[in-house]
């Protein structure tokens, strides 16, 4: 590929007629060449929290890889609609609509309104994304907010003839839908639903899933709508459906979320949202980000005992530690989370800052170049448009750095890369010249207080010494009646 640096930090540049992404397509197992429904404009849905608790760092997990996703192709010129859902209703603790109300459990155990839970919980999961320099959302869309949308999409599912009603619940029958867990790979004869927990006996299959309950086992259900099929709420995977056609139209490019929603959640998405407007497919590309793991285990607030970025900030960690050590790792890949590896990669983001102050230090401002630094970029390229491998990239910056030439065009290379990366790499070089400024400062205006007080003391030859060494660093005293200002030579 070839990719003149030039253009590397001209945002006007339309880099989506250079840059090929490929992304690997859970429909269909393979990576695919990425060509949007319309030139030069992405539609993106991304699966929201439940906000019920805190995000545990397992969760943010997803967030960072829709970050990255959405960074890069803004980068390469695209035009992203990136759409998110917050789940302040109808999410079970089972996804196969088995258990407890999330929502309503959780208002419970505090003695708050579910819409008190919701809001606290998005507030801090937005303070969570925020500080982890998560970009945010273009849409967010509350659940709450859109019964009506998912009640007119239910309404088109029904009169599609996808639907039956039983023990006050209305269901999507799979059987009427025969494409039903294509994207899951899944071998109905020899699944076992319900095996995880107590199975409902109004479903025809157990695949069968709600798309509207009237009948809650909360006698006092909180939050309940009027709908065609009786008061009640909706089922959880319906907001998903309903919402990303309302901001992204009934086609659209890219929906991402975990790898644990593939069986169920997702999979029913498309079964729904197939089933109103009979367009195949709904989504033309689905990615799925694998679980961050502990002592062999996925990290999930249901098992209880979970890390919150709090818990890694009050263990002495900055958010972009952890966002470093997510970069690490492919998005597909497990990731084996310990605070010694968070450790290693606080030790080099330390580093890799150290490196940027020192080369800015070097050259100044940053300017476009093209010089040697833009084989990095092209390399750097190469790693992202390859579905999005951020440990390749951080790589190839580590490789600029190290072995790359100290030039402005370099350090505005680094910066660049960093528009993918969200490290805050232009920020902290920022700030470190600035305390070193301020620290500079106060070192000055101390040794001027020594010198007015050896002054006072008569103490000639340490006043003139202090004078001597500040001349050599390049700093010209002044004295007035006022006293004495500094400048650089
Ligand atoms: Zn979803």
Same mark, same amino acid.
């Given at each position: 590929?070839?990719?003149?640096?030039?253009?590397?930090?001209?945002?006007? &540049?339309?880099?989506?007629?250079?840059? /090929?992404?490929?992304?690997?397509?859970?429909?269909?197992?393979?990576?695919?060449?990425?060509?949007?429904?319309?030139?030069?404009?992405?539609? &993106? !849905?991304?699966?929201?929290?439940?906000?019920?608790?805190?995000?545990?760092?397992? +969760?943010?997990?997803?967030?960072?890889?829709?970050?990255?996703?959405?960074?890069?192709?803004?980068?390469?010129? !695209?035009?992203?609609?990136?759409?998110? #859902?917050?789940?302040?209703?109808?999410?079970?603790?089972?996804?196969?609509?088995?258990?407890?109300?999330?929502?309503?459990?959780?208002?419970?155990?505090?003695?708050?309104?579910?819409?008190?839970?919701?809001? &606290?919980?998005?507030?801090?999961?937005? +303070?969570?994304?925020?500080?982890?320099?998560?970009?945010?959302?273009?849409?967010?869309?509350?659940?709450?907010?859109?019964?009506?949308?998912?009640?007119?999409?239910?309404?088109?599912?029904?009169?599609?003839?996808?639907?039956?009603?039983?023990?006050?619940?209305?269901?999507?029958?799979?059987?009427?839908?025969?494409?039903? @867990?294509?994207?899951?790979?899944?071998?109905?004869?020899?699944?076992?639903?319900?095996?995880?927990?107590? *199975?409902?006996?109004?479903?025809?299959?157990?695949?069968?899933?709600?798309?509207? &309950?009237?009948?809650?086992?909360?006698? #006092?259900?909180?939050?309940?709508?009027?709908?065609?099929?009786?008061?009640?709420?909706?089922?959880?995977?319906?907001?998903?459906?309903?919402?990303?056609?309302?901001?992204?139209?009934?086609?659209?490019?890219?929906?991402?979320?975990?790898?644990?929603?593939?069986?169920?959640?997702?999979?029913?998405?498309?079964? *729904?949202?197939?089933?109103?407007?009979?367009?195949?497919?709904?989504?033309?590309?689905?990615?799925?980000?694998?679980?961050?793991?502990?002592? =062999?285990?996925?990290?999930?607030?249901?098992?209880?005992?979970?890390?919150?970025?709090?818990?890694?900030?009050?263990? $002495?960690?900055?958010?972009?530690?952890?966002?470093?050590?997510?970069? %690490?790792?492919?998005?597909?890949? *497990?990731?084996?989370?310990?605070?010694?590896?968070?450790?290693?990669?606080?030790?080099?983001?330390?580093?890799?800052?150290?490196?940027?102050?020192?080369?800015?230090?070097?050259?100044?401002?940053?300017? #476009?170049? +093209?010089?040697?630094?833009?084989?990095?970029?092209?390399?750097? #390229?190469?790693?992202?448009?390859?579905?999005?491998?951020?440990?390749?990239?951080?790589?190839?910056?580590? %490789?600029?750095?190290?072995? $790359?030439?100290?030039?402005?065009?370099?350090?505005?290379?680094?910066?660049?890369?960093?528009?993918?990366? @969200?490290? %805050?790499?232009?920020?902290?070089? %920022?700030?470190?010249?600035?305390?070193?400024?301020?620290?500079?400062?106060?070192?000055?205006?101390?040794?001027?207080?020594?010198? /007015?007080?050896?002054?006072?003391?008569?103490?000639?030859?340490?006043?003139?010494?202090?004078?001597?060494?500040?001349?050599?660093?390049?700093?010209?005293?002044?004295?007035? =009646?006022?006293?004495?200002?500094?400048?650089?030579?």
């Amino acid at each position: 590929m070839v990719f003149p640096s030039a253009l590397a930090v001209c945002p006007l &540049f339309l880099y989506y007629q250079i840059m /090929a992404f490929t992304f690997f397509n859970t429909a269909g197992r393979e990576k695919q060449l990425f060509t949007p429904l319309q030139e030069g404009k992405v539609g &993106f !849905y991304g699966c929201g929290p439940t906000v019920y608790n805190y995000a545990h760092i397992g +969760n943010l997990r997803a967030y960072v890889h829709h970050d990255i996703l959405v960074r890069s192709l803004r980068r390469a010129g !695209y035009e992203v609609n990136h759409v998110m #859902n917050i789940t302040d209703v109808g999410h079970l603790s089972d996804d196969a609509d088995d258990g407890d109300d999330k929502m309503v459990k959780s208002a419970e155990e505090r003695g708050k309104s579910v819409l008190e839970i919701a809001d &606290f919980y998005t507030q801090a999961f937005f +303070n969570d994304t925020d500080r982890m320099n998560i970009t945010r959302p273009s849409v967010v869309c509350k659940a709450t907010e859109h019964i009506a949308d998912m009640i007119a999409l239910i309404e088109r599912i029904e009169k599609n003839g996808f639907t039956y009603y039983a023990g006050g619940n209305l269901y999507f029958d799979i059987t009427r839908f025969p494409s039903y @867990g294509e994207l899951a790979l899944l071998r109905l004869d020899e699944q076992q639903a319900g095996a995880r927990t107590e *199975q409902d006996k109004n479903k025809r299959n157990p695949h069968d899933f709600v798309l509207w &309950f009237t009948k809650s086992k909360f006698e #006092n259900q909180a939050l309940v709508w009027d709908s065609p099929w009786g008061r009640g709420y909706p089922g959880w995977h319906i907001e998903c459906s309903a919402m990303s056609m309302k901001y992204l139209g009934e086609n659209f490019d890219i929906h991402a979320g975990g790898i644990d929603h593939i069986p169920i959640h997702h999979t029913n998405e498309i079964a *729904q949202s197939e089933a109103a407007t009979g367009k195949k497919p709904w989504v033309s590309y689905w990615l799925h980000n694998e679980f961050l793991v502990m002592d =062999k285990g996925k990290m999930s607030k249901s098992a209880g005992g979970f890390l919150t970025l709090q818990t890694l900030i009050d263990e $002495g960690f900055d958010p972009l530690d952890y966002r470093y050590f997510l970069l %690490g790792g492919h998005y597909r890949s *497990q990731l084996q989370f310990s605070m010694e590896s968070l450790q290693g990669a606080k030790n080099s983001r330390k580093s890799l800052i150290d490196k940027i102050r020192s080369l800015a230090d070097k050259v100044g401002s940053p300017a #476009n170049g +093209n010089g040697e630094e833009s084989r990095y970029i092209e390399a750097f #390229n190469t790693a992202i448009e390859d579905d999005l491998s951020t440990p390749r990239a951080l790589a190839e910056l580590w %490789g600029l750095l190290k072995e $790359g030439p100290a030039t402005p065009g370099a350090l505005a290379a680094v910066f660049d890369m960093d528009r993918v990366l @969200g490290l %805050g790499l232009e920020t902290a070089c %920022g700030d470190g010249k600035k305390d070193e400024d301020e620290g500079f400062a106060r070192e000055i205006e101390g040794l001027i207080a020594k010198r /007015a007080e050896a002054k006072k003391a008569r103490d000639f030859t340490t006043a003139d010494k202090i004078r001597q060494d500040l001349k050599e660093r390049g700093i010209i005293l002044e004295d007035s =009646k006022d006293g004495t200002i500094w400048k650089r030579q």
